[in-house]
T-cell receptor, first 112, second 113 residues
Framework: DQQVKQNSPSLSVQEGRISILNCDYT??????FLWYKKYPAEGPTFLIS?????DKNEDGRFTVFLNKSAKHLSLHIVPSQPGDSAVYFC???????????FGQGTRLTINP | DVKVTQSSRYLVKRTGEKVFLECVQD?????MFWYRQDPGLGLRLIYF???????EKGDIPEGYSVSREKKERFSLILESASTNQTSMYLC????????????FGAGTRLSVL
């Protein structure tokens, strides 16, 4: 039972354009969402997060949007850079919980 | 900077062997986690610990056990390794209540032959 789903295994975007990564969840009790980025042979690193009381959070080139009614969040990267090529995981946390539930990941490739 | 160190980057073991994966964090975090990462399945939680000597099962605990005798160290044990435990294993730690930002080690790629 996959509570957090990233339905696109891969995405290819041209350098300078916008990258949009999507994530859907099924558990309405999730109240905090995070995006992690993973390079090969390294552990995931935290990128950006959003609380369920917000619908948008921005940090430089990265913006996360949350649509609670649709149980959907997205990560926008603009402009995309070659160093953004990585696997991106979305994750969600239930209220009061310490553990995170991760999606399957989306491999983003930025083409020059 | 938070540092989470996993003792081995690569391990090759034989079926039936007992395997220990070690993880150490240097930021006095209360919570520690073990995940495995498999293609198409993302990160799946095996076990986590929120305090010394405390542990809770994650989503896929079968075939694994853990030990946390000291706050900074969390060990994952494969009692009798099997080929379906070939995977990338990731350790993470987090502070209690800090938005659950987990900090990860570089991972251990385990091959069971």
């Amino acid at each position: 039972d996959q509570q957090v789903k990233q339905n696109s295994p891969s995405l290819s975007v041209q350098e300078g354009r916008i990258s949009i990564l999507n994530c859907d969840y099924t558990n309405s009790m999730f109240d905090y969402f995070l995006w992690y980025k993973k390079y090969p042979a390294e552990g995931p690193t935290f990128l950006i997060s959003i609380s369920s009381i917000k619908d948008k959070n921005e940090d430089g080139r990265f913006t996360v949007f949350l649509n609670k009614s649709a149980k959907h969040l997205s990560l926008h990267i603009v402009p995309s850079q070659p160093g953004d090529s990585a696997v991106y995981f979305c994750a969600a946390r239930g209220q009061g919980a310490q553990k995170l539930v991760f999606g399957q990941g989306t491999r983003l490739t930025i083409n020059p | 900077d938070v540092k989470v160190t996993q003792s081995s980057r690569y391990l090759v073991k034989r079926t039936g062997e007992k395997v220990f994966l070690e993880c150490v964090q240097d930021m006095d975090h209360e919570n520690m986690f073990w995940y495995r990462q498999d293609p198409g399945l993302g990160l799946r939680l095996i076990y986590f610990s929120y305090d010394v000597k405390m542990k809770e099962k994650g989503d896929i605990p079968e075939g694994y056990s853990v030990s946390r005798e000291k706050k900074e160290r969390f060990s994952l044990i494969l009692e009798s390794a099997s080929t379906n435990q070939t995977s990338m294993y990731l350790c993470a730690s987090s502070l209690e209540g800090r938005g659950n930002i987990q900090y990860f080690g570089a991972g251990t790629r385990l091959s069971v032959l």
